[in-house]
């Protein structure tokens, strides 16, 4: 071997060496970059949700999932969908699998880690292997009722979907009601797109003097045209008229835990008994018997959501700027605000504050949007 060999053989000796230890890097890298992708497709309460149960579903019913080409996964409705997708409505929902109505059916499915479905949601979902139904696309939400998610204040939890009528139940006692909680369901149905409806139950609890009262305090909601329906599950009062106003619509029952939600489904659908629970003697506050919401369907095509209670609704996605509009009390007064873009709050000369004062309507009303304005921030 001459010198020149030698210096080439040298170099490639290198040159393999260097390579062989870029690729044992690459794959290292390689790996990581993995790890991460992984970590970033759901936030970590999430990320076990359908993928490990779906995965162990797979494995305990039928054939070994097919995963999706990498570049598919993560995006539900880019995944590419069998042919034909049967639809169903989601009658129930918990911790990622759904219940589904399909004709006469009613069966559990899983979903693809990407979709957020919730009661009344439309569905696309296929058949697979072993009876196995996994729903791959979401169909576009009419309506909605949606809050922030308690545990994740800046992501919305939709309650319900595809509701006509959202009705806000509230009780004239055990808990006594709050027009603050009305006024904010009021605004979130409106943000969804639903009517609402506000729904007094418990009325048998109050003799006739408190039954005046509470005419009084419910005449603001009456005059924006959002009058209440005064009612009781226990004496049946009120029963019928609630029984035509949700005939052959979807409705979805929302209020505070132990207004008699449950109550009232039980007694609109004799045939089923769902769970209702006594309100806790020390603060007649209600112990969340529901769960999980729940779609039933009558004999009179009334679809009735029951939903868990809510301690309180927070408002997500509401434009500071846009407040005003869900108040519809204010608009013949805001015209004459000296400031077009007057937010009613602390400019001079605004004409909605001084009606509000001279009481030409609900000042209380006003306190609500006052206290969501300044909640809203300046997005
Ligand atoms: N006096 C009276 N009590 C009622 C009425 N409706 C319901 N209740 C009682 O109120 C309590 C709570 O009722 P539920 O139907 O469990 O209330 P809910 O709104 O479903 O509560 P969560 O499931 O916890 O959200 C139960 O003890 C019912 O018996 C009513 O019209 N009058
Ligand atoms: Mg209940
Ligand atoms: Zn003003």
Redesign the pocket.
Known sequence: MDQDDKRRFQERAQRASKKHKTLAELKLQKEEARRRRARRRKPSHERWRADDEEQALFEKLGPRRERAPRSTQGAANAAEPPATLEVGLVVGVARGRVRLECGSECLPAVLLPTLELAVGDRVGFERRAGGLLLVRELHARSSWLARPDPAHPQRRLVLAANVELVLC?V?A??PRWKPGFVDRVLLAAEEGRARVRIVV?????LAAPERAALTEELAPYAAIGAEALC?????GEGLELLRELTRGRTCA?V?????????????LDPSRT??????RASDGK??????AAELVTLANGARLI?????RQFGLLGLERRALASYFPEFAEFARHCRFRDCSHRVEPACAVRAAAQAGAFSARRFATYARIHASLGDA
């Open positions: 139940v009780a006692r055990e139950n418990k009325v048998d609890l009612l009781s599950a226990a004496s029952f209020g505070p835990s132990g207004v008699g939600k449950s109550s009232l489904l039980n007694a769902r769970a209702t629970g006594a309100v209600g112990r969340h018997t529901t769960s029951d939903t868990p209670g809510v």
